[in-house]
């Protein structure tokens, strides 16, 4: 089955520097790839997707690329702030939607901003 | 984005008592639903996929009898821990996907925290 790995499992920056998350996953046919943000106590939040036809989607300060041929794909924040701390996870999986829609997470990180 | 709640968003019963949680995706139609258990500081272990007017689908070494769930509408599942115990203590966390779209996107609802004395 899919195998998703993450790195690093903690992650410090100062205010205003960019932030870069990677992971990677196992499975080829794994086409839809999702980053979630999760604040203490709370479900994580969907924050940027890629899929597998895409090599690199933007929003504002958050960036993914996809490498499909390493098995690979990263999250990119810019110009970080105090509220971009929480823990981030990746995740992968194998078609779109429905009863296909389960997803394989990484471990998470946990991203730290400080002012 | 579509979304999901939960209820309660935390719960504190006696060991070996039954508890429910609710996931309704409220502006939207799931015929899929997840079920999550997270523990502290780690990552989300899907527990079961939830299927609407059937049986649901376990992951290995989920008890089903020990995790009830029900898919009864398009709306809402239900997670039910029959004679919780300590260990049983865990943040559940349900997902949906508007059915029948072909975006993919999951949504989470907020957790429920079950701690059991």
């Known amino acids: 089955g899919e195998n998703v790995e993450q790195h690093p499992s903690t992650l410090s920056v100062q205010e205003g520097d960019s932030a870069v998350i990677k992971c990677t996953y196992s499975?080829?046919?794994?086409?839809?790839f999702p980053w979630y943000k999760q604040e203490l106590g709370k479900g994580p939040q969907l924050i940027i997707d890629?899929?597998?036809?895409?090599g690199e989607k933007k929003d504002q300060r958050i960036a993914v690329t996809l490498n499909k041929t390493a098995k690979h794909f990263s999250l990119h924040i810019t110009e970080t702030q105090p509220e971009d701390s929480a823990v981030y996870f990746c995740?992968?999986?194998?078609?779109?939607?429905?009863?296909?829609?389960?997803?394989?997470f990484g471990k998470g990180t946990k991203l730290s901003v400080k002012p | 984005g579509a979304v999901v709640s939960q209820h309660p968003s935390w719960v504190i019963c006696k060991s070996g008592t039954s508890v429910k949680i609710e996931c309704r995706s409220l502006d939207f139609q799931a015929t899929t639903m997840f079920w999550y258990r997270q523990f502290p500081k780690q990552s989300l272990m899907l527990m079961a996929t939830?299927?609407?007017?059937?049986?649901?689908?376990?992951e290995q070494g989920v008890e089903k009898d020990k995790f009830l769930i029900n898919h009864a509408s398009l709306t809402l599942s239900t997670l039910t821990v029959t004679s919780a115990h300590p260990e049983d203590s865990s943040f559940y966390i349900c997902?949906?996907?508007?059915?029948?779209?072909?975006?993919?996107?999951?949504?989470f609802g907020e957790g429920s925290r079950l701690t059991v004395l």
């Open positions: 939830s299927n609407e007017g059937s049986k649901a689908t376990y």
């Open positions: 499975d080829s046919a794994s086409n839809y």
């Open positions: 995740a992968a999986s194998i078609g779109y939607g429905g009863s296909q829609g389960n997803l394989i």
């Open positions: 890629i899929r597998s036809n895409v």
């Open positions: 997902s949906a996907s508007p059915g029948g779209a072909i975006t993919g996107e999951l949504f």
